[in-house]
DNA sequence: ATCACATATTCGCATCTGCAAATATATGCA
DNA sequence: TGCATATATTTGCAGATGCGAATATGTGAT
């Protein structure tokens, strides 16, 4: 394979697909595609501790994956591109035609 | 954030997304997005040991990503749905554009 | 049955990663 | 300045994960 679509895949992972290999962060980044929020609304939507929160957060941002902007006392993060929520759509599609496959395949079993 | 949509994010997460957390699996799906391939074959391309390859592609199976299928000696791996290179596709134009953002803030800088 | 080849699995180890709890660093306001 | 709120970071630890090397299993051919 092509040195160059390697070395360019492997910063793919490292800079966006490491970042939705925690179900908490998929489920920030799909709490941000409805809104900008705060920590403090993030961690209540969640029902998380505010510093897993923050913690996921820092991760998200040092990819690029959400913006922070200070607003006073709050700081209020963004999701920074929606085709991230695009391919996740995708792949909860792949997701849902695998389960239905897998039930076909147990009913056809019995 | 509704119950319901956390389960299905959980799942997708260790279904799908799980899938996508290591570079060499990325590596992988986008080899058999050229053609199926057998294993030795994969390890040649990604040059990497076959037990490595093998054991990544347990995982892609476990989560039906990849389908294998015997043929005599050999056993072929297929991409079990095109849309996952669609997926990944989408997040390497977002890391594209995150890339140029990133040059040209460092430009400002000067 | 046996040999060669293709693939899968196990083992031991080192690394990474997430969490909770505590602590530290802003910011706004009195 | 001092206090309250919002966010970030550190620490210690438990569990997950990847790797190389060796080994096991499966398949086809002689």
Partial sequence: MDKKLLREINQ??????????????????????????NVMELAETLDTPQPTISRHLKILRERGMVVAERKGANIIYTLADKRIIKALDLLREVLGDQLSKRSALADAMI
């Fill in 12 to 37: 793919l992972h490292a800079e966006v697909c490491g970042g939705l290999s925690d179900p908490k962060r998929i489920a920030i980044l799909y709490a941000l595609s409805d809104g900008s929020k």
